[in-house]
Every structure is written in structure tokens, then in C-alpha cells.
């Protein structure tokens, strides 16, 4: 049987020879996630002999890792604002950046004074491609006096939403609807506070050269049309007739989109305050927040 140094060095060093960045962390990861240990254990037990049928399946993993399948797919799990996400194949993997749009909405609630409401009134927050769940259910657990109506298209992302809220205490607060954006409303006209999306935004030409653990992720998510913009088109279609006021509309935008995203509020004169951008980590314009008039 390995030690637990020795079958990470190998792990490491088949990562390595496979490109993969941080070949360390990740087999550290890797093999804590199929001990069931924290990272620690890693070092505090380091000759500490591994199972066969333990080291069989941290290998099995290291191999798929080397062939680029993405971290979150194998451990079936990613942290999120400090919460627990469940992630399976097929479903988009948060990114850390989208936590600065999450942010970015609670800084504007706290602004209006939504929580201080005495009136009984509840935060309605419309999360449009609620994918695994991690930016609607983030706002939940962050906004006591939220609901989140979560849509998306794909069944899997919605049952997976679903079994997110169970585990961090908050079905409650959430409703689920399967639907290709507005359409899954309804006939009902129903407004909401925020309306927030990171909806898919890469060129169909770009998607392949997008990176290899990337293209592993669902094309439904990643593809926004021959210009990237198809969906917002999609969004802004609906907006006057869902967006309250006050109301903030908090999307995600791809890198050289946020003066297209602007451009597209322009066409609804008078219903929008001056927007506003904020970068990512990297300097990039990543958010473009968008106020309705009072």
C-alpha cells in the first residue's frame, strides 16, 4: 500500500506532465476529497498508509483531472460565497467572480433598506438561469428578508437548485420554475425588486477556443449566439414588464460587452438610471448594474 506522501507525489507528477496548473493543490484536493479528510490530515498523517480501494479511486480521479475534466465535476462540489454547492456534469461551475455580482446586489439592497422593511414586505429577486443555484441561493442566505424565484431551461440545473437550497436550510424561500427565461412565468405579470443573470455570453466562434476544462461544461450555458448578446436580448425583451421600482436589473457580461449591454438599455429611453460598471479580480469589466427610475 502507498503512503499518503508517496501517492501524492506520483499523483503530482502525473498532473504535471498533463499541464494542469497547481498540480500539488489539486492532487491535495483530490485525495482528501476520497479520504474524507481536510488538508491537514494530508500532512499531520503523511506516512499513514491509503487503502487499496482508496488509492484506486484517487488514481482513478487523478487520471480524469489530467484529462482536463474540471476539479469541481469530480468532487462534485464547489464553495461559493462561503456556502456549500453541489455540482454535477452538465451544470455550469461558479465562478469567483460572479460572487462580486452577488455582492454588488446586497451593497444596493442594504442602500433602499429592503431588510429594514417593517412592513412584512418581502425582497423579490428573479434569478434568470439559476443554473446550480449559487447566485440565487447565495442572495437567500445573505437577504433574511428575500424570495428568489430561480428560472431555468434545463431540468437538471433546476433539480439541482433544489437539492442545494434543501441542504443549506432554505427551500422555503425559493420557488422553481423550468422555462426559456420570461416564458416560464407565464401569462402573469409579476415584478420583481432584482432581476439578476449571468447568462451565456461567449461567441458560438469562440467556444473552441475556450479552455479545455471549460469546453467541458454545458454548451446551453456557454453559447450566446453569433455576437454573445443573444441572451441579454432576451432579457431586456421582458424587463419593463417584470422589473419594480425601485428596481435593479445585475447582469454578468463578457469581456469588451459591458458598452454593448449599455447600448441595449439605451433602446428603453427613460427607464433606466446611469448605469453602472464594476470590474473583476483581473481588471476586466465583468458587471453592468442597471437601476430603474423611480
Same mark, same amino acid.
Given at each position: 500500500?502507498?503512503?499518503?506522501?508517496?501517492? @501524492?507525489?506520483?499523483?503530482?507528477?502525473?498532473?504535471?506532465?498533463?499541464?494542469?496548473?497547481?498540480?500539488? *493543490?489539486?492532487?491535495?484536493?483530490?485525495?482528501?476529497? !476520497?479520504?474524507?479528510?481536510?488538508?491537514?490530515?494530508?500532512?499531520?498523517?503523511?506516512?499513514?498508509?491509503?487503502?487499496?480501494?482508496?488509492?484506486?479511486?484517487?488514481?482513478?480521479? !487523478?487520471?480524469?483531472?489530467? *484529462?482536463?475534466?474540471?476539479?469541481?465535476?469530480?468532487?462534485?462540489?464547489?464553495?461559493?460565497?462561503?456556502?456549500?454547492?453541489?455540482?454535477?456534469?452538465? !451544470? @455550469?461551475?461558479?465562478?469567483?467572480?460572479?460572487?462580486?455580482?452577488?455582492?454588488?446586489?446586497?451593497?444596493?439592497?442594504?442602500?433602499?433598506?429592503?431588510?429594514?422593511?417593517?412592513?412584512?414586505?418581502?425582497?423579490?429577486?428573479?434569478?434568470?438561469?439559476?443554473?446550480?443555484?449559487?447566485?440565487?441561493?447565495?442572495?437567500?442566505?445573505?437577504?433574511?428578508?428575500?424570495?428568489?424565484?430561480?428560472?431555468?431551461?434545463?431540468?437538471?440545473?433546476?433539480?439541482?437548485?433544489?437539492?442545494?437550497?434543501?441542504?443549506?436550510?432554505?427551500?422555503?424561500? @425559493?420557488?422553481?420554475?423550468?422555462?426559456? $427565461?420570461?416564458?416560464?412565468?407565464?401569462?402573469?405579470?409579476?415584478?420583481?425588486?432584482?432581476?439578476?443573470?449571468?447568462?451565456? $455570453?461567449?461567441?458560438?466562434?469562440?467556444?473552441?477556443? @475556450?479552455?479545455?476544462?471549460?469546453?467541458?461544461?454545458?454548451?446551453?450555458?456557454?453559447?450566446?449566439?453569433?455576437?454573445?448578446?443573444?441572451? $441579454?436580448?432576451?432579457?431586456?425583451?421582458?424587463?419593463? *414588464?417584470?422589473?419594480?421600482?425601485?428596481?435593479?436589473?445585475?447582469?454578468?457580461?463578457?469581456?469588451?460587452?459591458?458598452?454593448?449591454?449599455?447600448?441595449? *438599455?439605451?433602446? $428603453?429611453?427613460?427607464?433606466?438610471?446611469?448605469?453602472?460598471?464594476?470590474?473583476?479580480?483581473?481588471?476586466?469589466?465583468?458587471? !453592468?448594474?442597471?437601476?430603474?427610475?423611480?
Amino acid at each position: 500500500m502507498l503512503s499518503i506522501t508517496v501517492a @501524492l507525489e506520483k499523483a503530482v507528477s502525473f498532473l504535471r506532465s498533463g499541464g494542469i496548473p497547481f498540480p500539488r *493543490a489539486e492532487a491535495e484536493l483530490l485525495l482528501a476529497f !476520497v479520504l474524507q479528510k481536510d488538508r491537514l490530515y494530508l500532512y499531520s498523517y503523511a506516512e499513514t498508509p491509503i487503502s487499496p480501494k482508496d488509492e484506486e479511486a484517487f488514481f482513478r480521479l !487523478v487520471r480524469r483531472r489530467a *484529462a482536463r475534466v474540471p476539479l469541481a465535476y469530480l468532487t462534485g462540489e464547489k464553495e461559493f460565497m462561503g456556502l456549500p454547492f453541489a455540482i454535477e456534469e452538465g !451544470v @455550469l461551475i461558479p465562478r469567483p467572480e460572479t460572487e462580486l455580482l452577488v455582492e454588488a446586489i446586497i451593497s444596493w439592497v442594504g442602500e433602499h433598506h429592503f431588510p429594514g422593511d417593517n412592513k412584512g414586505n418581502e425582497l423579490r429577486i428573479l434569478d434568470l438561469g439559476t443554473g446550480s443555484g449559487n447566485i440565487g441561493l447565495s442572495l437567500l442566505a445573505h437577504l433574511p428578508s428575500s424570495r428568489v424565484t430561480g428560472i431555468d431551461i434545463d431540468a437538471r440545473a433546476i433539480e439541482l437548485t433544489r437539492r442545494n437550497a434543501k441542504g443549506l436550510g432554505i427551500e422555503n424561500r @425559493l420557488e422553481l420554475c423550468r422555462g426559456n $427565461y420570461w416564458e416560464a412565468l407565464g401569462a402573469v405579470k409579476r415584478r420583481f425588486h432584482v432581476i439578476v443573470s449571468n447568462p451565456p $455570453y461567449i461567441p458560438t466562434s469562440s467556444l473552441p477556443l @475556450l479552455q479545455d476544462e471549460v469546453r467541458q461544461e454545458p454548451r446551453l450555458a456557454l453559447d450566446g449566439g453569433e455576437d454573445g448578446l443573444e441572451a $441579454y436580448r432576451a432579457i431586456f425583451s421582458g424587463i419593463g *414588464a417584470h422589473l419594480d421600482r425601485p428596481g435593479l436589473l445585475a447582469l454578468e457580461v463578457g469581456r469588451d460587452q459591458a458598452r454593448d449591454i449599455c447600448a441595449l *438599455a439605451e433602446g $428603453y429611453p427613460g427607464f433606466f438610471r446611469k448605469p453602472t460598471i464594476k470590474k473583476d479580480y483581473a481588471g476586466i469589466p465583468r458587471l !453592468v448594474l442597471l437601476e430603474r427610475k423611480a
